[in-house]
């Protein structure tokens, strides 16, 4: 079932007349017909509007750096910002030898009235004297909430201060929650911090093996990027860091030698990817391990990338019997799942990249979009030129690198390059759009108010979004999947995440609990039964 | 897990937190929003802290919480956030249409200072609905002393003495429990023959049922005209001091009604003085399907006593849950020695009867001495339990962590509960909901013993 043009229209019409101004710009039916389909993204949303969205701090403190395992995350600001991240994402973090794990740990300057009316700088200065005599981190990152900004706590001169008191790497990041219009100026902070500072500060000069590469935008959910290391370290490829799940401060500091950026969720760390390829001349590579086909997609790209007939060889052979494994595996689930229909609304990366798994279980995907995504992330990096900044974009500072000196080296010839870019996707993501079909919905920031408005015209099979959709869908007795957090199941990425993947949307879709839904007395008549004999009605 | 903890317990002065046992006023005050019929919960402040309230919530009851949000950006923070909730109020009436909006501020609108009730009289409100508020800054308190400030607000925006002689009514203010809790209080009033009015009342809201249909506005909740009635009531119950005597004292002050304040009823003898309370405000007697309920819980008490007798206990969470849970394991027999809170103990900032003091006479009379403390974290009770360590955990989910750590049996209590579902339906108040909480404290031991037993020592009746 596709919508139209005519029910579209209907359905603005019962908006407020200035949000149906701005939501008309966020809203498309995809139409391959046409040159191009702009949509509006990265945009403020309306006040009222019943929004998924978060806030700049979720995506600093609570995205991009809070699975960095070995550093302690303090959040200056009130209580609830750093209760809400402690532990509530599924970043999975493993204690290596050497590096430390605080995973565990919730640390916040809990700051009161009075911090509020006489600045909190003392107590956060305070409370790293503590943490360092407690923990003894190596490093230490400062996220700033609401308050900090507008009382002015100058939170770099602290953390400035702190580094050289304890002699240990302390940052700082202005991820104020009202900075930008969602949890994207929060990666965008955070990427430009972990840039500026970590990346590039580890002694390592030389890649430590062939094929070194480094994960970006990979948080390990569930165990994702264990899944994807499983695969990548018996292919032969070294992996430097992961950018930042089950990540290391010890290790992204020395991403610099890394020969290749993988980028599997290109919205929360695509800056660092660029300024990776700026200033030490890595080149980065669009991924996506979700889905089995996607997963051996990426594989033969790297291999394409690196270019070496052994490498391509022992590509080949696991693809090949981890296909042989799972493919019937998912066959059998697909045969429950065949021709649904399903919602997908995600983050920044994930409305892209599960549809492609849905499909091979036979799921069409008729209605997509991201809560926080930017346009290129729709329609492909070749819009960036055309992006507008507006007043809520330019808050964010963006910085420039230089090619560094002794560091920056060139993978390869630039005609090596750009011959490898017709290709595969380097250097580029071509965005979401593209993947859709005609008739598909495209929305951007989807709120409630659509949510139900979509689900009555489109009557999708599931709905794949995040925890405070999950309970309104069930209700009306549609199977709800958590992809932020997986329902708590997992991993969901590579060959095996495939697996479980069709494996809990087939028990979705199976559980004999939704036929209980009408009682037994909605639908008999109600008959004056007299008991006969034998105690039968 | 925790394994940089160390056991050696330094003063930190810094009143900073590690592994908070409290979370924000605004997540209180949308919880206690969510108890009125037909209202929309709405955080005027950023997106994020609305997105994390309502992650939490529905996280803890795996049901829909809505709540809209005023969305600030960087400009709003600047030139305040008037001109935002203004357009919110237009949005939400026109796409959501709810009786009621519940604005709760956040950190960043309090401290701009935006003057709300200002912005609610020059808003644009359809004939019939309603806007109220409450101030809700996360740097003082706790989400109780939101959930707290939220249902006053019922009480300052709503009550009304209309009446010449008060009716034989109640008001009930439960507190920061589960909608099972309140359909327990609920039975016992009706049991007892009493007329009451609940609120809030999130029962039938944030438990409703599964029909194959989305309610944005499900049954339950206290309707606007029973909390203007709440004027009229011949007296209030208040259950629960942090979470629910602001609210009673304010319709003392408004409406002269007089109230009495009890611990939230967890266990035996919380139970008998709710009771004897109302017995003696209405001579309404106990009727004996509550003797017997009763009569049951002493039994199973008394036949299993030797399960749990003496066992020491570590209990954190929420400083009336607390407080009751203390009481009851007390009337076990148990041995709590370390008792905990992240709230702040004075009674809502007066210094009158703290949760320290409160909890140290409870102990005294028994006998038993105890790290007691408010306005601390889950950092410090991991250390007293490594410095003195007990057969039992009592707490909410983030106790978890400790309970693995330290390799101790630990049974959920409070809020939130993120990583078991039903418990939100069942009560752990009356005389069912402590023979429930009984049976999960000893089931925790006995699993325990089982798993611990050696085959030759592995008992088949226990
Ligand atoms: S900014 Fe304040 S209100 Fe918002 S989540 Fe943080 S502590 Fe709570
Ligand atoms: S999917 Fe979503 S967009 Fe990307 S950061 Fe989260 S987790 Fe990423």
């Known amino acids: 079932m596709a919508i139209t043009e005519k029910e579209l229209e209907e359905l603005f019409e019962k908006m407020p007349k200035k949000m149906e101004k701005n939501r008309r710009k966020h809203i498309m039916i995809k139409n391959g017909e046409l040159e191009s389909q702009a949509i509006e993204a990265n945009t403020r949303t309306v006040p009222g509007v019943i929004t998924n969205r978060g806030c700049a701090y979720a995506g600093c403190k609570g995205v991009v750096l809070g699975p960095i395992k070995d550093m302690i995350h303090i959040t200056h600001g009130p209580i609830g910002c750093a209760f809400y991240t402690w ?104 990427n430009n911090n972990l840039m500026a500072n970590v990346i590039g500060t580890g002694d390592m000069e030389k890649a430590p093996g062939k094929y070194s590469i480094n994960i970006l935008g990979e948080y390990n959910i569930g165990g994702d990027s264990w899944e994807i290391e499983r695969f990548l370290k018996e292919i032969g490829y070294n992996i430097v860091c992961v950018m930042t799940g089950d990540g290391a401060w010890e290790h992204i500091r020395n991403a610099h030698v890394a020969d290749l950026n993988l980028v599997q969720c290109h919205r929360s760390i695509n800056y660092i990817a660029e300024k990776i390829q700026t200033k030490y001349g890595t080149p980065w590579l669009k991924v996506n391990f979700v889905g089995v086909q996607s997963t051996i997609k990426s594989l033969r790209d790297m291999a394409t990338y690196f270019d070496d007939p052994e490498l391509t060889k022992k590509t080949e052979e696991v693809i090949e019997r981890e296909l042989a494994r799972v493919q ?210 | ?133 409450a101030n809700t800054p996360s740097y003082q308190g706790s989400h109780i002393t939101g959930f707290s400030n939220m249902t006053k607000a019922m009480v300052t925006y709503f009550s009304e003495k ?8 109640t008001n009930l203010i439960p507190g920061f429990v589960n909608p099972g809790d309140m359909r327990e209080l609920k039975r016992i009033f009706e049991a007892m023959g009493l007329t009451y009015i609940m609120f ?44 629910s005597e602001a609210a009673a004292e304010a319709l003392k002050k408004k409406c002269k009604v007089p109230f009495i304040s009890l611990k939230t009823p967890i266990g035996i003898k919380a139970t008998d003085d709710m009771l004897m309370a109302l017995r003696g405000s209405f001579a309404a007697e106990v009727p004996y399907e509550l003797e017997e309920e009763r009569g049951q819980l002493v039994d199973v008490m ?79 009770l991991h250390q007293w339990i490594k410095n003195q360590p007990v057969d039992l955990l009592i707490g909410n989910t983030y106790g978890k962590y400790i309970a693995k750590a330290e390799d101790i049996p630990f049974v959920r209590v409070g809020f939130p509960i993120l990583d078991r579902a039903i418990h939100s339906y069942m009560p752990i108040v009356g005389y069912r909901g402590a023979m429930r909480l009984l049976e999960m404290i000893d089931n925790a031991l006995l699993d325990r013993a089982d798993r611990d037993a050696a085959d030759e020592d592995f008992e088949l009746v226990m």
């Open chain 2, 302 to 380: 008394t036949d299993a006593h030797f399960h749990f007798h003496n066992k020491k206990v570590a209990i954190f969470g929420d400083p009336d849950i607390v407080a009751g849970l203390t009481e009851f394991v007390l009337s076990l027999g148990m041995k709590p020695i370390h008792i905990l809170t992240g709230t702040p103990g004075g009674a809502l900032g007066s210094k009158m009867y703290s949760f320290e003091d409160e909890i140290n006479d409870m102990l005294q009379s028994a006998g038993i001495t105890a790290n007691v403390k408010a306005d601390s974290d889950l950092l410090e």
């Open chain 1, 87 to 190: 532990g509530a994402r599924r970043n999975k973090a493993k204690t290596e030898e050497n590096v430390k794990n605080f995973m565990n740990y919730a640390f916040s300057t809990n700051m009161q009235e009075k911090d509020i009316v006489f600045g909190g700088e003392k107590k956060l200065a305070a409370m790293i004297d503590e943490v360092v005599d407690m923990f003894h981190p190596n490093a230490i990152t400062i996220s700033a909430t609401c308050p900090v900004g507008l009382i002015g706590d100058d939170i770099n001169a602290v953390a400035k201060a702190a580094q050289e008191r304890h002699g240990i790497q302390v940052l700082a990041f202005s991820c104020e929650g009202y900075k930008g219009v969602s949890q994207s100026a929060g990666h965008h902070i955070a």
């Open chain 2, 162 to 169: 209309t009446t010449e002689q008060p009716k034989e009514q």
């Open chain 2, 1 to 133: 897990m925790l394994d940089y903890t160390p056991k050696e317990i330094k003063k930190r002065s810094s009143g900073t937190v590690i592994n908070p046992a409290k979370t924000c006023q605004p997540i209180g005050a949308m919880y206690a929003a969510l108890g009125i019929h037909g209202c929309l919960p709405h955080s005027h402040g950023s997106q994020g802290c609305c997105s994390f309230h309502r992650m939490h919530l529905t996280r803890h009851f795996r049901d829909p919480i809505m709540a809209s949000t005023s969305s600030f950006t960087e400009g709003a923070s600047v030139f305040g956030g008037g001109a935002n909730l203004k357009t919110a109020i237009k949005n939400v009436f026109t796409l959501y249409n709810p009786d009621v909006m519940a604005i709760h501020t956040t950190c960043l609108s309090e401290t701009i200072g935006d003057d709300i009730p200002a912005t609610i009289r020059q808003a644009e409100i359809p004939e019939g609905k309603i806007v109220f508020h």
């Open chain 2, 200 to 243: 809030p009342d999130t029962s039938g809201v944030v438990d409703s049922p599964m029909t194959g249909k989305f309610e944005m506005y499900p049954k339950g909740g206290v309707t606007i005209d029973q909390l203007k009635d709440t004027g009229n009531s011949k007296i209030t119950l208040s259950l629960g001091r942090f979470s």
């Open chain 1, 328 to 537: 019937p595996v998912i066959d059998q689930y697909a045969k429950i799942c065949n021709n649904k229909t399903a919602f997908c609304f995600v983050g920044g990366s994930r409305g892209h990249h599960y549809q492609g798994l849905f499909r091979e279980l036979g799921i069409e995907t008729v209605l997509a979009g991201y809560e926080f995504a930017h346009r290129d992330d729709y329609e492909g990096r070749e819009v960036i030129p055309d992006i507008k900044t507006d007043a809520d974009s330019k808050n964010i500072p963006d910085f420039q690198v230089e090619p560094d000196p002794s560091r920056f080296h060139l993978r390869m010839s630039p005609e090596k390059m750009e011959e490898l870019k017709q290709k595969i996707p380097l250097g580029d993501y071509a965005g979401m759009n593209l993947e859709m079909k005609d008739g598909d919905l495209i929305v951007d920031d989807l709120n409630h108010f659509e949510t139900e408005e979509f689900i009555k015209l489109l009557q999708p099979d599931i709905f794949a979004s995040g925890i405070k959709d999950k309970y309104v869908v069930q209700k009306m007795g549609i199977p709800a999947k958590q992809l932020h957090s997986y329902d708590y199941s997992g991993p969901y990425a590579g060959f095996n995440g495939a697996v479980n993947f069709a494996r809990d949307v087939s028990m979705a879709f199976a559980s004999p609990t939704w036929n209980y839904i009408t009682p037994p007395w909605k639908t008999a008549p109600l008959l004056e039964g007299e008991f006969g004999e034998g105690g039968k009605a």
